[in-house]
């Protein structure tokens, strides 16, 4: 994987399968103090929760968003490339 040049076909559909593979969304996080009086700070999914340890406020929120957010940024990669052609 080329990490500073455009991404290429190979690399959106693995990043594709990865999404397709993962547990179903939506995916929320959970923060003690924010979102919540008591227990641990942890992201649900569509099947077992997920704890993190040593994990910020700030990843616990990116890894949760990406489950949502990454189809939809392949989608809109894809809307753009197909207008580009």
């Known amino acids: 994987m080329n990490q500073n040049g455009p991404l290429i076909g190979d690399e959106i559909e693995a990043i594709k399968a990865r999404c397709e593979q993962a547990t179903s969304g939506p995916w929320r996080s959970?923060?003690?103090k924010r979102d919540k009086f008591s227990g641990s700070d942890f992201i649900r999914t569509g099947g077992e929760d997920i704890y993190l340890s040593g994990a910020t406020i700030a990843d616990y929120d990116f890894i949760a968003h990406a489950r949502q957010?990454?189809?939809?940024?392949?989608?809109?990669?894809?809307?753009?490339?197909?207008?580009?052609?």
């Open 30 to 32: 959970f923060i003690e």
């Open 69 to 85: 957010d990454i189809p939809r940024l392949i989608a809109e990669i894809e809307r753009l490339r197909s207008i580009n052609r």
